[in-house]
DNA sequence: GGGCTTGATGACATTTAGGTGACAAACCGT
DNA sequence: ACGGTTTGTCACCTAAATGTCATCAAGCCC
C-alpha cells in the first residue's frame, strides 16, 4: 500500500495521548493520521486506506467495541486497541471482537513501536497487496477492492468483497463455512451458514452467466465454497 | 493442517503452568503439545506442525530470545510469549526477534484464549498449499479436495473423499473396514459394513474403467480395502 | 427528510447426499 | 460342484444441505 511509510491510523480524542503518539511513533518512521472520535475515524478508514489502526477504547460517541466490530467489517486492517481499563474481562471482549492486539494505558512507545511492527511483520507475510488476480472472465484486484466481469467494473458490497477475497486468496482451493464464517462474522457464528448462502448467491448473481450453473464461485457440499481457477 | 483442533505447541518448563495451561486451554478447544525445554520445543516444531507456539521465556537450556530467533528461522508460525518479566526492555526484545505477541505472568486464561484466537485469524488468512498424491492415472489432491481421474476432475461427495483420504493417506496399505467405518461414521458402526460396500462401489464406479475388475480400490477380503500403487 | 444501498432474517423451494432393504455375484473351504 | 459367507449393485426414500424470494431495519448520500 505505501512501501516508503507504513500508516498508522490513530483513532483516539485525548489530546495529550495524541501528541505523545504523533512525536514518539513520528520519530520512528511510522506516518500518523488521526481521527477524534470513532465516526471520523470509521470513514478516514474507508477514505484513506491506512495500514494499521490504533484505536482508543475510550471515545466520545461511539463505544470501543462497536467500533472495533465496525471496522472488522469494513475491512481486515490489523487493529492494536489502547485502554486504560486493565481487567481482563474488557480485554478479552476487545481481541474477541476483531481487535489483535490490546495495551493498557500506561504504556511505553517503544512497546507500542514493537507491537505495531509486529502486526505490520504478520500482514506482509500475508497475501501479497495490489495484485490483480484473473480467473477467466473475471479479475479482482484485492488492494484496489475492485471486481471486473468481462472488463466490466462490478459493484460489489463490503461483505461480498470479503467473502470474495477470501476465496482468491486461496482461489483453487476450498474455503470451509467456518472460515468464511468467522473471517467475516467472527467466531460466534460459525452455526450461521444461512449468511454464506445469501451472499455467496448475491455474489453470484453479480458474477455468473447463469447463477444456477456457477463457473465460479463453486458450491462443496457439506465442507464450503471454492473459486474455480480458469484459462484466460 | 488440523481443521477441527488447532494445535499449540507449549514450550515451558513449570510444571504447574504446564498443568493450568493445559487444562484451561484444553477446555476452549486447542489441542495442546508440550516441550520442556527449547531443544525439544525446536524439534517438536518441524515434528509435530502446530498451528501456534506459546513459549515462556525462562527456559532451563537456552534464553528465550534465541528460542525466538530460531523458531523464526525455521518457520512464520504466530509465537506468543509467556514471561514473568515485565519490563518494557523484554518485551521489545522479544517483539523485535520476532515474537506475535508478549503476556506476563500472571495471566488469565481467557485474556490467552482470546489473543490465541486473534493470531489464528491472522495466519488463517495466509495461503493453504496443496500436494498431489498419484498412482496411475488417479490423482487425488487432499488439501484442495480434488479428484482427478485421466486428468479429468471427478466430483466426489463428502463421504466418499474422507473414505478415499483414509486409503490415499495409507496408499499401498490396507485399510480395515474398523479403521474405516470408525473414522468416517465413528466407533458405533463397526459393524454396518454394509456403508463401506455402498460407498466403495460409487467411488469405483467413479474412478474405475472397469468397476467390475478395480485397478485402484481393491478389495481385501476379509480384512478391508487397499488402494494399489501403480507408475505414473 | 427521502430515496437508495446494504445487511440481517424468515419462509419456502430445490438439489444433493446419506441410509436402507432386496437381491445378485463372487469367493472359499470342503 | 455346493452351500454358506462375503462382497457388489440396484432402486427407493428421507433427511440434510443449499439456493431463492421477500421483507425489514439501519445507515448513507444527497
Redesign the pocket.
Known amino acids: 500500500m505505501n512501501p516508503s511509510k507504513p500508516v498508522i491510523l490513530l483513532i483516539e480524542d485525548d489530546q495529550q495521548t495524541r501528541r505523545f503518539l504523533k512525536t514518539s511513533l513520528g520519530h520512528k518512521g511510522w506516518r500518523i493520521i488521526e481521527a477524534g472520535d470513532g465516526k471520523t475515524g470509521?470513514s478516514m478508514l474507508k477514505n484513506d486506506k491506512p495500514d494499521l489502526v490504533v484505536l482508543d477504547l475510550g471515545l466520545p460517541d461511539m463505544d470501543g467495541i462497536s467500533v472495533t466490530k465496525r471496522l472488522r467489517?469494513l475491512s481486515d486492517i490489523p487493529v492494536l486497541i489502547l485502554s486504560a481499563r486493565s481487567q481482563e474481562q474488557n480485554k478479552i471482549m476487545a481481541l474477541d471482537a476483531g481487535a489483535d492486539d490490546y495495551l493498557t494505558k500506561p504504556f511505553g512507545a517503544g512497546e507500542l513501536n514493537s507491537r505495531l511492527q509486529a502486526l505490520l511483520r504478520r500482514i506482509n507475510r500475508g497475501y501479497p497487496v495490489s495484485e490483480l488476480f484473473q480467473t477467466g472472465q473475471l479479475k479482482v484486484d484485492l488492494a484496489a477492492r475492485k471486481v471486473f466481469i468481462n472488463n466490466q467494473e462490478v459493484?460489489i458490497?463490503?461483505?461480498?468483497f470479503r467473502l470474495l477475497s477470501i476465496l482468491v486468496r486461496q482461489a483453487g482451493l476450498v474455503a470451509t463455512?467456518r472460515q468464511m464464517l468467522t473471517e467475516v462474522?467472527g467466531a460466534e457464528h460459525i452455526n450461521?451458514?444461512?449468511?454464506?448462502?445469501?451472499y455467496?448467491?448475491q455474489l453470484?448473481h453479480k458474477l455468473e452467466i447463469n447463477?444456477?450453473r456457477p463457473r465460479y464461485l463453486l458450491?462443496?457440499?457439506?465442507?464450503g465454497y471454492r473459486l474455480a481457477v480458469h484459462e484466460a
Chains 1, 2 share one sequence.
Request: proline letters at 8%; glycine letters at 8%; a negative charge.
Open positions: 470509521l467489517q459493484n458490497t463490503p461483505i461480498e463455512h462474522w450461521d451458514q444461512h449468511y454464506l448462502r445469501i455467496m448467491g453470484r447463477p444456477a458450491t462443496e457440499i457439506g465442507v
